[in-house]
């Protein structure tokens, strides 16, 4: 048996319940499993971590535990002066315009919202586990879902559990957490199926459109892979209020 102390900073006590979060918590293991293992059973998927100090010294996923050890598990390495990031399963982070993520089934209404704000977002409704893990590994995707189970995976080495269940708030989360403001290209991309949109001819858009709109429309956008219009009407303006609201950061530069 080993007796082992960890202590969450920051936004990893989010995922603790209530009664666990900025306080020691003690654990006692059996064997001698790895820090990944203890920390995961605690419900810290590995993607949520950045650093960790086992009795004192900068250790990796695969450290292995001893009896009386006291471990600190960090969020961002970057935010306390000395940590070492982990290593193994661990990518160096991506500046915000490169990130590229995908959603699992649950998060359709975030996952337009993301492409509405330009960002590369894959998602379907009907994916399995599986294939986001896989598809997440391959194209070096950022996952984003509310299942912890899937974030353990030793295969999905960018992610993020999403705190809220409420779309507005957690498009908000996911902007704060990987800086997105400053990357955002409002309107650049199909909400439907993720194209980039392609401007597309006056004349041609209008034949396509009722004719109050096709009076009042002067810009059109085409989406070449779905062949969805879109212009600036109604949906437009309530999308644009949206954003405002929840992501000023999108509209300020
Ligand atoms: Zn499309």
Same mark, same amino acid.
Request: charge should be neutral; glycine fraction near 6%; include cysteine.
């Given at each position: ?16 319940? $209530? ?6 918590? #003690?654990?006692?293991? #059996? +064997? ?7 920390? @995961?059973?605690? +419900? ?5 971590? #950045? ?20 471990? @600190? ?37 975030? $996952? ?23 598809? /997440? ?45 400053? /990357? ?31 009076? @009042? ?7 070449? /892979? ?10 437009? /303006? ?16």
């Amino acid at each position: 048996m080993v007796a082992l102390t960890f202590h969450f900073h920051g936004r990893l006590n989010e995922l603790l319940p $209530a009664g666990a979060r900025d306080r020691p918590i #003690d654990r006692v293991v #059996d +064997g001698s499993p790895t820090v990944k293992d203890v920390i @995961e059973s605690l +419900g810290i998927p590995h993607v949520e971590v #950045d650093a960790i100090v086992a009795a004192g010294v900068s250790v990796d996923f695969e450290h292995r535990v001893c009896d009386g050890e006291s471990v @600190e598990v960090y969020p961002d390495a970057s935010e306390v002066a000395g940590l070492t990031r982990v290593r193994s399963l661990k990518p160096p982070p991506l500046p915000p315009e490169r990130l590229r993520f995908v959603l699992d089934g649950h998060l359709g209404r975030l $996952a337009a919202y993301l492409r509405m704000l330009g960002f590369d977002t894959s998602y379907s409704n009907h994916a399995a586990d599986d294939a986001l893990a896989t598809l /997440a590994s391959r194209e070096e995707r950022t996952l984003l879902t509310r299942d912890r189970g899937l974030l353990k995976r030793a295969i999905v080495r960018r992610g993020y559990f999403v705190r809220s269940d409420r779309p507005h708030d957690q498009l908000r989360e996911v902007v704060v957490r990987f800086g997105l403001g400053p /990357a955002c290209r409002l309107f650049g991309r199909c909400m439907r199926c993720n194209s980039p949109l392609e401007a597309i001819a006056l004349a041609a858009a209008r034949t396509r459109v009722p004719p109050r709109v096709a009076l @009042e429309q002067t810009e059109f956008q085409h989406c070449p /892979a779905c062949d969805t219009l879109y212009w600036r009407g109604s949906h437009h /303006a309530r999308m644009l209020r949206l954003i405002e609201a929840v992501v000023p950061e999108a509209v300020a530069h």
